[in-house]
T-cell receptor, first 109, second 117 residues
């Protein structure tokens, strides 16, 4: 099938690291993406990783890609209350984006 | 990245009526897409809006229910026809933008929040 799967909820304390996991289906996906949706807002492209990489770091964000297991993760260091949002992973299949169900990240002070 | 706006930002409609949503981009783009996000759900692609030709619909979506226009490279509309409460969703348009190494990603508008009573 073409399901991209994520756990639905994650709760962390402010200052801790958050790790959001995703499994995808298409081993030929060239790019994989993380989007962020804040309450009442549209989707914001957070970061992406090219399939020939296994890690990408961008300030507080670290993306890890395990192609063998088709597993993608997003680590947010020093998580802040402003990071509370829904995070979607997505893969490109045939020019279209297939999204996971989204992980709701709750950051408690 | 492209700046995308949508109108209206939200609306409450009566069942049986139709609503047209507009998507405006600040630069010319080849590909524009329309997505639906039902309450608490992920995004589902409705169709690809093609400039100068009919839209390409995904499985489960038909032109009679979701007619789309794409008169130029910066503008598209999606109409939700003969609405029912099941059409209550966020409707988002997106455009593609190139990344390095031959790839591309999609940037999204702010969405239109539709409630059908």
């Amino acid at each position: 099938g073409e399901d991209v799967e994520q756990s639905l909820f994650l709760s962390v304390r402010e200052g801790d690291s958050s790790v959001i996991n995703c499994t995808y289906t298409d081993s030929s996906s060239t790019y994989l993406y993380w989007y962020k949706q804040e309450p009442g807002a549209g989707l914001q492209l957070l970061t992406y990783i090219f399939s020939n990489m296994d890690m990408k770091q961008d300030q507080r964000l670290t993306v890890l890609l395990n192609k063998k297991d088709k597993h993608l993760s997003l680590r947010i260091a020093d998580t802040q209350t402003g990071d509370s949002a829904i995070y979607f992973c997505a893969e490109a299949q045939g020019g279209k984006l297939i999204f996971g169900q989204g992980t709701e990240l709750s950051v408690k002070p | 990245s492209a700046v995308i706006s949508q109108k209206p930002s939200r609306d409450i409609c009566q069942r049986g009526t139709s609503l047209t949503i507009q998507c405006q981009v600040d630069s010319q783009v080849t590909m524009m897409f329309w997505y639906r996000q039902q309450p608490g759900q992920s995004l589902t692609l409705i169709a690809t809006a093609n400039q100068g030709s009919e839209a390409t619909y995904e499985s489960g979506f038909v032109i009679d229910k979701f007619p789309i226009s794409r008169p130029n490279l910066t503008f598209s509309t999606l109409t939700v026809s003969n609405m029912s409460p099941e059409d209550s969703s966020i409707y988002l348009c997106s455009v593609t933008d190139p990344l390095g190494q031959g790839g591309e990603t999609q940037y999204f508008g702010p969405g239109t929040r539709l409630l059908v009573l």
